[in-house]
């Protein structure tokens, strides 16, 4: 297995996986409020494509190793456009609405979860 | 070669991927948003395709004009004319002014090139500067050196900001924004020797949405904000020592203190509030006599800026039992503990001592040694209780370059509770002018009263014209009716309604309400009475019309006079005692000492706590069956133009929606498109001052042919603030504002308009006191009557606002605000009640509102029965939108707020929808309301200058924007590149398996 290793490209598809775990983990801990709830379908995206990121790693295969950070990718956009009117709030200076950390962490970390697990791929997970 | 193609394919596949996500994304969040996308971008995402014979465009409400050019140039001349008329001079020692036309002046103030409202000025959409309009025809020569200077002194920034946003949470960080000293270098004092004929010292205060000037002490150890900084009168004083006649021009909305003028050696000064973006043409007009000034003020300005019992209890106030309130209260409130502001409170403890009203009923007080009204308990001075040391310029007073006398000469009592005073008003100076006629009232303060609770001031505004321009030794007869019901006093203890009661009433004409109320004592043989200047005089009883009424009349204000319904307490939770027990003492002018307002500590008691939760229950009629949605009926609201609100036709049209189209007409904002009636998006426009966008198109068109006009060159123009346009004291005037502004809509194609505020300056310091028009509801309520008046006339639908008692921006979302009844329904609701009422059987009285954020007792305002139906609709007559403002923060349930009579939320996402939706299906009432909602909201609609255009055969088709197309047109470039890419990279990674 070790043979079959492109460094730098699975490590970072393996920080892809790690930033997109925490994202939605972020997520979850935030929770939701009136203007935007939990979602489930973007918990689960974020679920398989890390599971299908680990199983890659294992035995990657090709053209699958795209799927996770795709799946990053859609999480970020599906938190971004949930979060819309919450973004207008902060801006408009709706009472208890600010950037908290959690927010933070979650955009943060799934945007790089995405673009690492992008790099990831190009780089190539597999050196065959 | 084979590992190079997979690398490459690899890579596209990788980044193709990538970016295909991305489109898709874009296109799911750009389509969820399309409504605000749209709305901010001013394109239709659908359009209305006629589907029957071609035949003549509808114009149901017509323009004036036939070109963008010509509304601007009639918008902007109205606007001018408001600064003309409503720029007050305070003071003109030694006929400083007029100056002679072409006079060189240097103008001082670092506001002088940074105006307070006064921006998007002329045709091109940029500023015309102060120079620029006083220099215009040859008015004045302004100073370049030292206006050069101002602008390059560095200083810039916000004049006032609240660093907790538009909720004003936190107290707010002010700034003069002057010059430092060292601007005034040896050039520039130079630069003064050739613009010699006066110095003019601009003075300029701002507050803003969310933000009250603060009125605690500057940091440094200065002034409060609405003084006199240091700074400012280092300013005066430069002026003042190089220069023979020195002019002060106040540029502000809030009432500033303005008794150092004199000590500082002024000569001249006058109120030009914020002159929009053509209003300094018209002072420069004044300042050279081009113009006679017949601005009256709008409100009293006082020596000190604290010195109303009202600021006592202003500001911030939180109840002590915070932690009790988080545990009963947060969880209900989505846990948003800070976002619906239940631990913040404020209390009315001056009762009806608004503004003039208490400074004028203290001195006949203390004149008629009554009440302790001389004691030294709310005196700015810290001796003894006096009114020549405590106001500066009475309400209602404005000097003019002539002189007029008025003659009260007859006096007519009417059948229906209305007198008609007429009044001889006679131009005796050397130049033509106009002249206003105040009315002003008073009915005895009784032994009744005493018991019951109610209070009365000593004199109040109850009836005004303004004249003609009357040339020199010119008179005419100006006749005023009085309204007694203005006189009619709420007695919410025994007859639980308006009465006039027993005891002595008198109508006095004055020049200003201190003139006023001195006539009326000299009608009372009283003695020691002092002008507003400290000069002893003994009024005129002539200007005095006097009666008695031997028994109190509870009959003739019974019953509104609009709907017939039985007027009878509706606020009685507004009352703080309604919860606490003896918890407040209002401030009573039986013992100004011992009734005198101090700041309130309250602890929520659980009565609060109860009224601070939800209070939307779910009905037991949970039979929804009889209500039709997505019937085929063939009805468009174009059909429904001029049909009467209960014609059966609605029905059919409501059964016509889909419940999501329901709820969009009402929890998504009723801007919004709906197909199946062919109603487009629409437009909307938040600003008092006019239309903040533009510019206007080359025709008034509508909707359906928005594509067949281009936009022209010329922008709407920016009126002038509320203080100012009150203050012009000219109904007629304030009609033409309508007109003007309803002109602004049909050229802009923004058809709801937030607009007039008639909130009351209940303190100089709320943030927003530029957006309403005075202190005195009565005033507030004749210029916004008339002002709706001319806007509904040209079809735009006015949202009178912010209904009502948001007179304060801290803490307004959510804050508790506590009153009596008779203080409500007497100064805050009064100052709205002309725009529900006054037209109202022409059919011109407001036809929306805007709500208030705040709660009224612990209820919020637009969930508050009592307000938006007993109120509004069964006493006022009421059937038009009431929308919320802006939805967003927590406490405004909407199920409450449905229940309650709101009818449009002022949100396009679906957050209010899916809490209506919730219950929709199990709950009758709360569908019956939504049905009767979306009715109120599309029956204006129907009969407003939005439906312009459109034909009743035309059906709503939904079109392509730009940037779906975009969107769209990215979906598949990418789709493409990822499948070949994925393809190409299968295929050189297997076969190169394959050959290994």
Redesign the interface.
């Known amino acids: 297995m070790t043979k079959n290793m492109n460094g730098k490209g699975r490590v970072l598809y393996i920080i892809s996986i790690v930033c997109a775990l925490i994202a939605v983990a972020a997520y979850v801990l935030r929770g939701g ?3 935007a709830q939990v979602l489930p379908v973007a918990v689960g995206v974020t679920i398989v494509g890390a599971l299908l990121g680990i199983i890659m790693m294992i035995k990657p295969i ?2 699958l190793e ?1 799927v996770p ?2 799946c990053f ?2 999480f970020f ?2 938190f ?2 949930t979060e ?2 919450f973004i207008a ?1 902060v801006a ?6 600010a950037i908290d950390p959690a927010f933070v962490v979650t955009a943060l970390f799934s945007f790089v979860a ?1 673009i690492t697990g ?1 790099v990831g ?2 780089k ?1 997970i597999n050196k ?1 | 070669m084979g590992k190079q193609a997979r ?1 490459l394919w ?2 596209i ?3 193709s ?2 970016m295909l ?2 489109s898709i ?1 874009a296109t ?2 750009t389509s ?2 399309s409504n605000k996308i749209n709305g901010f971008l001013g394109i239709q995402g659908s359009e209305l395709v006629e589907t029957g014979e071609a035949g003549e465009t509808p114009i149901y409400y017509k323009s004036n004009f036939k070109s963008a050019k010509e509304v601007w140039e009639h918008n902007s001349d109205v606007a001018k004319r408001l600064e003309a008329e409503g720029a007050a001079l305070l003071k003109n020692d030694n006929q400083a002014l007029p100056l002679a036309k072409g006079a060189k002046v240097t103008v001082f103030g670092r506001s002088s090139v940074d105006l307070v409202k006064a921006k998007d000025s002329n045709a091109k959409g940029t500023n015309i500067d102060l120079k620029t309009q006083f220099e215009t025809n040859g008015n004045l020569q302004v100073n370049p050196t030292l206006y050069e200077a101002y602008k390059n002194c560095g200083v810039t920034g916000t004049r006032v900001k ?1 660093p ?4 004003a ?1 936190l107290p707010t960080v002010c700034n003069v924004l002057e010059a430092p000293m060292s601007v005034y270098t040896d050039e520039v004092k130079a630069s003064y020797n050739t613009y010699k004929d006066a110095a003019i010292v601009v003075i300029a205060r701002d507050g803003g949405e ?1 933000a009250d000037p603060n009125p605690a002490i500057a940091a440094d150890g200065d002034a409060p904000y609405l003084e006199l900084q240091s700074l400012e009168k280092e300013m005066i004083q430069e002026a003042v020592a190089n220069f023979d006649k020195v002019i002060v021009l106040i540029n502000s909305s809030n009432m500033m203190a303005l008794d150092e003028l004199d000590e500082l050696g002024v000569d001249a000064c006058m109120l030009i509030g914020g002159p929009g973006g053509y209003g300094m043409l018209a002072v420069a007009d004044i300042l050279v006599g081009n113009t006679n000034p017949s601005g009256k003020l709008a409100n009293i300005y006082t020596s000190s800026s604290l010195s109303a019992p009202a600021m006592q209890n202003f500001g911030d106030f939180t109840f002590t039992n915070v932690d009790a309130l988080d545990a009963e209260l947060q969880e209900a409130y ?8 239940y631990t913040k409170y404020v209390v009315y403890t001056e009762g009806i001592y608004v503004g003039y009203k208490y400074y004028e009923t203290r001195y006949e007080d203390a004149i008629l040694n009554r009440g302790n009204a001389t004691d030294a308990t709310g005196a700015s001075t810290g001796s003894n209780w006096n009114y020549d040391a405590e106001v500066v310029y009475p309400f209602g007073y404005g000097l003019s370059y002539t002189t007029f006398e008025q003659e009260l000469k007859s006096t007519k009592v009417n059948n229906d509770k209305t007198v008609d005073l007429t009044v001889t008003v006679t131009n005796t100076g050397n130049v033509k002018g106009k002249s206003v006629v105040e009315i002003y009232g008073q009915s005895e303060y009784t032994q009744f009263d005493k018991t019951n609770k109610i209070e009365k001031a000593a004199i109040q505004l109850v009836g005004f014209e303004k004249t003609k321009e009357l040339a020199p030794q010119e008179s005419v007869d100006v006749v005023v009716n009085v309204d007694l019901y203005q006189l009619a006093t709420y007695d919410e203890v025994v007859n639980k309604g308006y009465i006039l009661e027993e005891g002595d009433y008198y109508l006095a004409l004055g020049d200003d309400s201190h003139d006023a109320l001195n006539n009326v004592l000299a009608a009372k043989n009283a003695t020691g009475m002092t002008d507003s200047f400290g000069k002893a005089v003994s009024g005129d009883k002539d200007k005095v019309y006097t009666w008695t009424l031997s028994e109190t009349d509870a009959e003739s204000f019974k019953y509104s006079a609009v709907t017939k319904h039985r007027v009878t307490n509706l606020f009685e939770d507004a009352d703080l005692n309604y919860f606490i027990e003896n918890g407040v003492t209002y401030l009573s002018r039986q013992d100004w000492k011992g009734t005198y307002p101090t700041p309130l500590t309250l602890t929520a008691n659980q009565k609060i706590i109860d009224g601070l939760k939800f209070t939307y229950k779910k009905s037991n009629n949970t039979d929804t069956s009889q209500f039709k949605t997505e019937q085929d009926n063939c009805l468009t609201l174009a059909m429904m133009v001029g049909a009467e609100y209960d014609d059966p036709h609605w029905e059919l049209l409501l059964d016509q929606m889909s419940v999501d189209e329901l709820l969009t007409a009402v929890a998504r904002a009723c801007k919004v498109e709906i197909p199946s009636i062919g109603k487009p998006l629409n437009y909307l426009q938040d600003t008092p001052t006019g239309f903040n966008k533009g510019p206007y198109y080359q025709e008034p068109v509508g909707y359906a042919e928005l594509d067949k006009s281009e936009k022209s060159e010329y922008k709407p123009p920016q009126y002038p603030t509320e203080p100012i346009t009150a203050g012009t004291w000219n109904k007629e005037l304030l009609q033409e504002l309508g007109d003007a502004m309803g002109e602004d809509g049909m050229w802009l194609l923004v058809h709801h308009h937030y607009a007039p505020g008639a909130n009351v300056h209940r303190t100089p310091y709320s943030g927003r006191n530029f957006e309403y028009y005075s202190e005195d509801g009565f005033l507030s309520s004749e210029m916004s009557a008339y002002q709706v008046r001319g806007a509904r006339m040209k079809g735009l639908i006015t949202y009178i606002k912010h209904f009502v008692t948001n007179d304060q921006e801290m803490n307004r ?2 804050v508790s605000t506590f009153m009596t009844e008779q203080t409500l329904r007497e100064i805050y609701l009064r100052a709205n009640e002309g725009a529900f009422t006054k037209f109202y059987e022409e059919g011109n009285s407001t036809n929306a509102q805007m709500g208030a954020f705040n709660r009224i007792g612990t209820v919020w305002s637009g969930a508050y029965k009592s307000l938006m139906t007993d109120l509004l609709t069964t006493e006022w007559g009421f059937t038009g939108i009431s929308d919320t403002d ?1 939805a ?3 406490h405004m349930e909407t199920k409450s707020g449905i229940m309650a009579g709101t009818t449009d939320f002022a949100v396009t ?1 679906d ?1 209010r929808a899916k ?1 209506v939706l919730t219950d929709l299906e199990t709950d009758a009432d709360l569908y019956a309301k939504l049905r009767e909602s979306a009715h109120r909201n599309l029956y204006v609609i129907a009969n407003s200058q939005e439906m312009n255009g459109i034909t009743a055969t035309m059906k709503l088709v939904p079109v392509m924007t730009w940037y779906t197309k975009l969107c769209y047109g990215m979906d598949i470039a990418f789709a493409a590149a990822f499948v070949i890419s ?1 393809v190409g ?2 295929v050189t ?2 076969s190169k ?1 394959e050959e290994q």
């Open positions: 409020d009136i203007f090709t053209p795209l950070f795709v990718f859609a956009l599906i971004a456009g819309i009117e709030n408009y200076g709706t009472d208890g609405q995405a992008m791929v190009i190539g065959n | 690398k690899n890579v596949s990788a980044v991927a990538f996500t991305f994304g799911v969040i969820q948003y609240n907790g946003g538009f909720g949470s969310g989505g846990g948003a503990k800070n976002a619906s502001r979302t959510g802006f967003n923060w927590t996402n957050v809490e994925v990279l299968t990674t297997y398996k």
